[in-house]
T-cell receptor
């Protein structure tokens, strides 16, 4: 069955430290890939997307993600986390008119 | 500014009552969606509409109903048949019906059943 997995439910990092959030998918072909961010009690905002081409994509707020076909992964990274990055992050995939979201990773930032 | 407006932001209802959540967009998007969000479960699709006067069930449509009489509006009714309606509901839209999957979200409505 097609699925999206975010292995980490909750991650805590110190402000200024680097961040990597993991996302894996199981699809027969390469889907469109997305990362969204959600602040508490708010809707989701698109951080970045991958459709094709360069496997390293840049997004808003200093985030980037790398698509690795061989690993069916689309991990989100940020070199230096800010306290305002504390939120929930969702990986999503779209294939053949079907959109699936991961369960989310909650990010806590320590001062 | 263009965007999606959901109302109300918070809603309380007694068991057995139907409630309607409003979703309006001024992005001129063709497609609109309703998602339900529960802690630790991500987003699950309730209903979607790719064009006016047409809509399809998503993964968890039971106990919900929608209408799409105008391009800008896609209200969701949570009926008394929905066994566990307490959740956070998100409305979204996209430029074309699921062509790329890039969604624009409203700020959500939190429904609590007392």
């Amino acid at each position: 069955a097609q699925s999206v997995t975010q292995p980490d439910i909750h991650i805590t990092v110190s402000e200024g430290a680097s961040l990597e959030l993991r996302c894996n998918y199981s699809y027969g072909a390469t889907p469109y890939l997305f990362w969204y961010v959600q602040s508490p009690g708010q809707g989701l905002q698109l951080l970045l997307k991958y459709f094709s081409g360069d496997t390293l994509v840049q997004g808003i707020k200093g985030f980037e993600a790398e698509f690795k076909r061989s690993q069916s992964s689309f991990n989100l990274r940020k070199p230096s986390v800010h306290w305002s990055d504390a939120a929930e992050y969702f990986c999503a995939v779209h294939y053949n008119n079907d959109m699936r979201f991961g369960a989310g990773t909650r990010l806590t930032v320590k001062p | 500014d263009g965007g999606i407006t959901q109302s109300p932001k918070y809603l309380f209802r007694k068991e057995g009552q139907n409630v309607t959540l409003s979703c309006e967009q001024n992005l001129n998007h063709d497609a609109m969606y309703w998602y339900r969000q529960d802690p630790g479960q991500g987003l699950r699709l309730i209903y979607y509409s790719q064009i006016v006067n047409d809509f399809q069930k998503g993964d968890i449509a039971e106990g919900y109903s929608v209408s799409r009489e105008k391009k800008e509006s896609f209200p969701l009714t949570v009926t008394s048949a929905q066994k566990n309606p307490t959740a956070f509901y998100l409305c979204a839209s996209s430029k074309t019906g699921g062509y790329t999957g890039e969604l624009f979200f409203g700020e959500g409505s939190r429904l609590t059943v007392l």
